[in-house]
């Protein structure tokens, strides 16, 4: 392939690669935010179980199919409950790390893209966390749901009287579930393969693991996907711009393809 035929990057795919100290700066605040944010709701156990209530009650209301139902099915093995529970404890920041990584090493323009995607519904979260604790169903005695991390292990939650690292009232939205999303939409769009559409599956089990361990409601869920789509629209991927392999040729000729014609007819009246 010769240098005028060869496809040239543009637009988007153009931008240059951020520099590597800054983004990982940015990036080490933005999970620092995270986790120290949520925990701004604690000390509101009333309201968190009183929205608990309220949350379950709308579940019902409008028929959502019941967690338990997802529950049943982890439950049918130790082995299974296991595999949900660690998945739940270690998947959710090392995937939407390599996400990241992976975006910044070979799609710079989407990388800054997700970046901002991801920082923009983190921080609509967390403000979400503060104006409505939720505790988990989980805790709540309405649900008759098992705490299958205490149960069956392995568990990020030590007991809430006394757990200062994080804030288990913080249910509403699902993070897991909105972050699960986000890469996968961000890999769908990035790359071009017939198969990119199975990075769907992530979120999906996702979806599954926080529901089925009892961590989250399907509306924690629902709210999350909901803030992302929110965040999509007010922060869109930059267009492309279109190139041809004649304007490639530009730097190199010193002219583009209507100046070469007109000299080329001035020389023939010569």
Partial sequence: MNARTEPVPTGSDAIARPPLVRELLLVAGFFLV??????????????????????????RAVRLPGEGAVQSLLLHG??????????????????TAAFLVWLYLRRPAHYVWARRVLAALTAAALVLHLLFPLAPPRMLTAAGLVDTARVYGPSVYGDP?????????????????????????????????????????????????????????????IVAGALLGLVLVAVPLP????????????????????????????????
């Fill in 161 to 221: 009287a006394n757990d200062s690292l994080s804030n288990q009232f913080a249910a509403m939205p699902s993070l897991h579930f909105g972050w699960a999303l986000m890469a996968a939409i961000g890999l769908i769009v990035a790359t071009r393969s017939r198969l990119r559409w199975l990075w769907l599956l992530h979120p999906t089990l996702t979806l599954l693991v926080i529901v089925g361990t009892a961590n989250h409601y399907w509306l924690d869920a």
């Fill in 34 to 59: 995270y986790k120290f944010g949520r925990q701004l709701a604690t000390g509101h156990t009333g309201e968190a179980f009183a929205n608990a209530h309220r949350v379950w009650d709308v579940e």
């Fill in 239 to 270: 267009h492309r711009t279109p190139s041809t392999a004649s304007t490639a040729g530009r730097a190199r000729d010193g002219l583009v393809p209507a100046q070469r014609d007109e000299q080329s007819l001035i020389g023939a009246g010569r």
């Fill in 78 to 95: 130790d082995g299974l409950v296991h595999v949900a529970n660690t998945y739940y404890a270690t998947v959710h920041f090392p995937a």
